[in-house]
């Protein structure tokens, strides 16, 4: 492996036998993990001048290593790992002792682990962790290892993000500021981005979405929400991203991380429904009439629901406030409200009063007046007394008066026919006059 590394240190810095001359960079400003990796090891002199709290430390060499940790900062190491060729056999650099050491970490946070797995496999790279001198995960590295597989296998034993890497080949020589920064920021988690995410994207007029961010390899986000309320957002995972108006919309996102940027924008992503229908509350005599065609229908009373009540219609049983919440077939609501609904002490139901059949109605249906006066009049199926009705109206659900033919069969004294040949299909309330006190009830038109 020696010779053929030889051969590469002349492709990369001439004969590295001082620290090649790389821009410094740092990867992430708010990250905790720093690296450093070589083929040759040395004495690596650390001055931790950053005040990085919970700062993680990992190096890799293929030959021994002297790692001193010095600087204002350096308690604030919660580990720091070596990695790689442990024992002494390899000794390129001279350093003394002969043997692979931390000096001046904080008790309990040093560890030397001989040669673990990569946790990436790259066919450019050993399959496990020895040595690393370039920033390039594209070519062969000759037996060492790739640095994709360094930063994804210390993040796997640290957790935290990458906050820079220095690689060289040749032997460590000099003092290593943490401000200094590093020379290689290629990662696992922080490779090319690729910009990608999702929310509920078919709406209300006037609701709001959230969206998940599926980026990877990226820190940093640019929305655009084109028709919306923010239009932008820098937030990981935009809330509230809300929509009054319908139609269609554009939404674009910008990842950005140390290995680029990427962009993805989608063309009529957000579909906002169109306004459902408007609601109103038709009051005829007792019942209370919504306008038709919504697929659900729900009646509150001084704004609690009423168990039971999600028909288009609703018998107001007491006076006070109602108000009614429809959706459409979109899942759309819509509300709509009438306060100070006064319902008459003598307009009263038909049940057990009256008998109208059939309900629903193609052609005609049949009235059965009550027997009896006053307070006492009451529907009996073997006894009916004729004249007692003094009004038989039918009305729509705008209240309006429809005159149709009101017949008494000849046989049965008691019995009205209603023809409903002309009405077309519905719901209709029916009013009934008896004895001075007012019947309703409903009917529908097939």
């Known amino acids: 492996m020696r010779k053929i590394l030889f051969i590469l240190l002349f492709l990369h810095c001439e004969l590295c036998i001082v620290p090649c001359a790389f821009s410094q960079v740092t990867c992430d400003t708010t990250g905790n993990v720093v690296l450093y990796s070589n083929y040759d090891g040395g004495i690596l002199n650390i001055n931790v001048d950053v005040n990085i709290p919970n700062l993680k430390i990992g190096v890799v060499s293929y030959e021994m290593v002297t790692i001193n940790l010095t600087g204002p900062f350096v308690n604030n190491i919660t580990e720091i790992q070596f990695a790689g060729y442990t024992t002494t056999t390899h000794h390129h650099c001279n350093n003394s002792p002969a043997v692979t050491s931390i000096v001046g970490a904080p008790p309990g946070t040093d560890t030397l682990i001989f040669m673990p797995n990569s946790p990436v496999a790259n066919s450019n790279g050993y399959y496990i962790i020895i040595c690393n001198y370039s920033c390039d995960s594209s070519t062969n590295q000759g037996g060492c290892n790739t640095p994709d597989q360094i930063a994804a296998y210390f993040q796997q034993e640290f957790g935290g993000l990458l906050r820079y890497h220095f ?21 696992a988690l922080s490779g090319s981005p690729v910009a990608l995410f999702s929310s509920a994207n078919h709406l ?216 409903c040949r002309l009405l077309p299909p519905g719901m209709y309330c029916l009013e009934v006059i008896c004895d001075g006190r007012i019947f309703h009830s409903t009917f529908a038109k097939q």
């Open 204 to 419: 209300c007029p006037g609701t709001c979405t959230d969206f998940t961010n599926l980026s990877t390899n990226a820190t940093s986000f640019e929305w655009t929400f084109t028709g919306a309320n923010p239009t932008t957002s820098t937030d990981i995972n935009p809330a509230n991203i809300c929509y009054n108006m319908p139609g269609s919309y554009n939404v674009s996102l910008i990842a950005t991380g140390a290995g680029g940027s990427d962009t993805i924008s989608l063309n009529n992503y957000i579909t906002v429904y169109p306004y459902p229908p408007p609601q109103g509350i038709q009051q005829v005599a007792d019942t209370l009439f919504a306008n038709q065609g919504a697929t659900t229908y729900q009646w509150y009373f001084n704004g609690n629901a009423i168990p039971g009540a999600t028909d288009f219609f609703y018998v107001a049983g007491q006076n006070g406030d109602y108000n009614l919440i429809a959706i459409d077939a979109n899942g759309c609501e819509v509300e709509t409200a009438s306060f100070g609904i006064m319902v008459s002490t003598e307009s009263l139901s038909l049940n057990d009063q009256f008998l109208i059949y059939p309900n629903p109605v193609n052609d005609k249906f049949t009235l059965l007046l009550p027997t009896g006066q006053g307070g006492n009049s009451k529907f009996t199926p073997n006894s009916y007394r004729d004249g007692i009705a003094s009004g038989v109206s039918v009305f729509n659900l705008v209240g309006e008066r429809i005159y149709l033919p009101f017949d008494r069969l000849p046989t049965d004294i008691g019995m009205r026919t209603v023809d």
């Open 167 to 187: 690689t060289q080949y040749g032997c460590w020589n000099g003092t290593f500021n943490i401000s200094d920064g590093g020379n290689c920021c290629i990662s």
